[in-house]
């Protein structure tokens, strides 16, 4: 068990539709990072948020969005969804700059139909 | 730009044997770090090592160990005694300078341990 907690575990929804993905980082940890993985793309950094604060942002789209609230748990929110947007996104998180480790969650397995 | 490269997308090995999984990068930033993870086909991502650009040594933990060498830009992964538990896909990552600590992965390699 990482101790990065990751909500829903599963989750089909329709196109066009909007979901939300909860992250639960490690107690500690102030760092929260949001992947995609998908069998085209690979391993993809869509955005970093460390205290509350947005730190770093990748290949994230307009339709998406995050936030990591004051008790640094972090939402990402998934609009207008596509076909395309299936996919295992996952939570990672870790202590701070210059990390040695960085733990994820189990990840949440999105499937848009 | 910070670049991973895995270029074995399959490995197999027999049970009990050493296994390595080959990883280069590129970068232009003196501090880095570099992770391996694996990924069984329950789907999670396991950290398993960490190496720092400016470690002396090469990091152990158990069974796997980093062979880094930092001239020829690799940072390998070395799986002892290798056990059927260990059949999986393996990323190598690399976390990009001090400021954002995102990482960056492979492609990665499924390794597959046979008896």
């Known amino acids: 068990d990482s101790g990065v907690t990751q909500t829903p575990k599963h989750l089909i929804t329709a196109t066009g539709q909007r979901v939300t993905l909860r992250c639960s980082p490690r107690s500690g940890d102030l760092s929260v990072y949001w992947y995609q993985q998908s069998l085209d793309q690979g391993l993809q950094f869509l955005i970093q948020y460390y205290n509350g604060e947005e730190r770093a942002k990748g290949n994230i789209l307009e339709r998406f969005s995050a936030q990591q609230f004051p008790d640094l748990h972090s939402e990402l929110n998934l609009s207008s969804l596509e076909l395309g947007d299936s996919a295992l996104y996952f939570c990672a998180s870790s202590p701070g700059r210059g990390n040695t480790e960085a733990f994820f969650g189990q990840g949440t397995r999105l499937t848009v139909v | 730009a910070q670049k991973i490269t895995q270029t074995q997308p399959g490995m197999f090995v027999q049970e009990k044997e050493a296994v390595t999984l080959d990883c280069t990068y590129d970068?232009?930033?003196?501090?880095?770090?570099l992770f391996w993870y694996k990924q069984p086909s329950s789907g999670e991502m396991i950290f398993l090592i960490y190496?720092?650009?400016?470690?002396?040594q090469n990091a152990t933990e158990g069974r796997y160990s980093l062979n880094f060498q930092k001239a020829r830009k690799s940072a390998n992964l070395v799986i002892s005694a290798s056990q059927l538990g260990d059949s999986a896909m393996y990323f190598c990552a690399m976390r990009e300078g001090p400021s954002t600590d995102k990482l960056i992965f492979g492609t990665g390699t499924r390794l597959q341990v046979f008896p």
């Open positions: 970068t232009s930033d003196p501090s880095y770090g």
């Open positions: 190496q720092g650009s400016y470690d002396q």
